[in-house]
């Protein structure tokens, strides 16, 4: 089949969360099981790229977008010519991948509008085009409004994946003249309109051939008032068309037994060098290392929805005692930043917080704790809990979303499970789970055990492949 994946991000050249790496990832997965696999995504002027590396396809794009008319280029990677960019300096050379610019949504219409250029300066008829979250989601209304009757585009379905529908991409009506629909305005929620809003994934929920999410469970939640956000009463009208896909995990980017930023190797049959990762961490980090105290770690963007409020009095009782350390990795609002500092401050032989965002040192958390802490109050999947099983850091979680979907709860009777799931998202709640994990963790044998358990899950993208050609050949059908 002949795929189009068309997102704000990718990694490692623009990312700001999971989505980055799942598009990364996904099309090189179907790539190699033989499909033609291509993806779309904005040259922001501070992607993570060596320009030199760039080939230049089409110097001459012009895009319309209402009045105005951006000029583009269309640029490939050479080391994987699967990848292209939108190169439009007017739109995306600032400060960051998102922003609140008064043309702002002209940045992300350039974007919708260049898939359907791009396919049609050379004339590859795409099968599917998937579009990633909000940025994205007018793809299908553009191809059912402008696009249909086009010949290259006459079997062209299209994809919507929910990556968090909490970011939807809500402007000012004053936007829909710059869509071009001449005379199709009755197409858009009407509703909406009158009140002034113009919402973008409504509009790809209500028009996209299918809507797939990043969990089964996140699928399901977010068809109820509670985490639909408005969404739900829309996706429970298509509730035939929504699929929930587990998200994969990238072996050849996370892996303990070859993993590059990593000062000591390790794998299941050897689980020498983790501890030594853990020693080597806590001193340049200038904690001390006390054999048989667990180290909990976190690498996480610090907003509302990850469920830090609880961190401090959950986790109060372990540090005032000196039984438990912590390390964590993040940046994102003021308040969480605060507090990690704060704890910082109040425990400083357990507490270090490095405010900002550092790939080697991901990697270093993940191998060095013996805990991850992800206590998010939802989670459309989540990729940390998967790369921690990787590496034998056994995850604590809310029962939520991709999480629930990923980590088996530990049954110490029955000696199986991958981790600590809470079901109460309190204080006490989170407390149980962590006061349980010490608790384990202080029984060596058992400890071993439960972290070869999660090492030997198979969160690989290739597991997820098949799942995402059914869906794909259900949409063709």
Not at 69 to 98: K, M, N, S
Not at 108 to 116: I, K, V
Not at 375 to 393: A, F, H, I, K
Request: proline content about 6%.
């Amino acid at each position: 089949m002949r795929i189009l994946h068309i997102s704000p991000e990718l990694a490692p050249f623009a990312k700001t969360g999971g989505l980055a790496d799942v598009v990364g990832a996904l099309p090189r997965a179907l790539r190699r099981a033989g499909h033609d696999c291509r993806a779309l995504v904005p040259l922001y002027s501070h992607a993570k790229l060596d320009r030199s590396a760039l080939e230049v396809l089409d110097a001459d794009l012009a895009l319309a977008i209402g009045e105005r008319v951006y000029r583009a280029r269309w640029l490939q990677w050479r080391e994987d010519p699967t990848i292209t960019f939108l190169d439009c300096p007017a739109l995306y050379h600032r400060g960051g991948i998102y922003g609140k610019d008064p043309d702002e949504h002209h940045r992300f219409l350039a974007l919708c509008e260049g898939a359907f250029q791009v396919c049609l300066r050379t004339q590859w008829a795409p099968d599917v085009l998937h579009s990633h979250d909000w940025t994205a989601a007018l793809v299908p209304l553009l191809l059912r409004t402008r696009y249909r009757h086009h010949p290259l585009f006459a079997s062209t379905r299209t994809l919507l994946s929910i990556h968090n529908i909490g970011y939807q991409g809500s402007f000012g009506a004053g936007m829909v003249p710059d869509l071009a629909l001449h005379g199709q305005e009755y197409l858009l929620h009407q509703d909406y309109l009158r009140q002034g809003r113009f919402n973008w994934l409504l509009h790809g929920v209500l028009y996209a051939d299918g809507i797939c999410t990043v969990s089964p469970t996140y699928a399901q939640e977010i068809q109820t008032p509670e985490y639909g956000v408005g969404m739900d009463p829309f996706l429970r009208a298509r509730r035939s068309t929504v699929v929930g896909i587990l998200n994969g995990v990238d072996h050849g980017e996370w892996s303990p037994e070859h993993d590059p930023h990593l000062p000591f190797r390790y794998s299941v049959d050897d689980l020498s060098g983790k501890e030594k990762n853990k020693e080597a961490l806590l001193r340049e980090w200038g904690l001390p290392y006390v054999p048989g105290v667990p180290l909990f770690g976190v690498v996480s963007r610090l907003v509302g929805q990850k469920g830090f409020s609880l961190v401090p009095d959950a986790l109060h009782p372990l540090l005032v005692e000196g039984r438990a350390q912590l390390v964590v990795l993040g940046t994102g609002e003021p308040r969480f930043e605060a507090l990690f500092a704060d704890m910082e401050r109040r425990y400083p032989r357990q507490v270090r917080f490095y405010r900002g965002f550092s790939n080697p040192l991901a990697h270093r958390i993940e191998a060095s704790a013996d805990i991850f802490l992800m206590p998010s109050r939802y989670e459309p999947c989540g990729l940390n809990q998967m790369y921690s099983l990787r590496y034998g850091t056994v995850p604590i979680v809310y029962r939520t979303g991709g999480l629930a979907d990923s980590v088996r709860p530990w049954n110490p009777h029955l000696r199986r499970g991958t981790g600590f799931v809470f079901e109460h998202h309190d204080v006490a709640g989170l407390r149980w789970a962590v006061e349980s994990a010490a608790a384990t963790y202080s029984h060596g044998a058992t400890w071993n055990h439960l972290m070869r358990q999660g090492m030997q899950e198979d969160n690989g993208w290739e597991r997820r492949v098949p799942l995402y050609e059914l869906l794909y050949q259900r949409l063709r059908s």
